[in-house]
């Protein structure tokens, strides 16, 4: 079960490196987007973020469990339960901040990448009305 686990936290860690390596791409222009294309995802990641941190708010609320009884076995399986939600290495509220991550990088490269274009399309216009001057 912990295979599992290990998997999923590098399969999230492969997804940060690689909205990492886009982000960096649109920085240097690299990587470019229709500026409604981009705004479109950009929103939509806002707003899956959003989503996301709301349900981490919730989820670090799940820590405080109750009802299990005094037993030593009931205790051990209320701190179990605790640290699943917010403290343990896959605790909910890591795996969601990690998402958050993800979808934060998304939308900044996503705003990046239609700026690139953006300033490309000036600099294009620029070069062409600086032509248009000096042949009339």
Known sequence: MSDS???DVAQMQAMVTRWQTLKTQAEGGEFRLDEQIGRALASRAEQMR?????????AGDLAHTSGFGTLGSAQA????FARK?????DAAVKRLQQSIQVVTLMKETYELAIGKLQESDQSAADKLAALNMGGA
């Open 5 to 7: 686990g290990e998997g």
């Open 50 to 58: 959003s989503k996301l941190q709301k349900m981490a708010d919730k």
């Open 77 to 80: 399986l209320q701190a179990k």
């Open 85 to 89: 939600a917010d403290s343990g290495d």
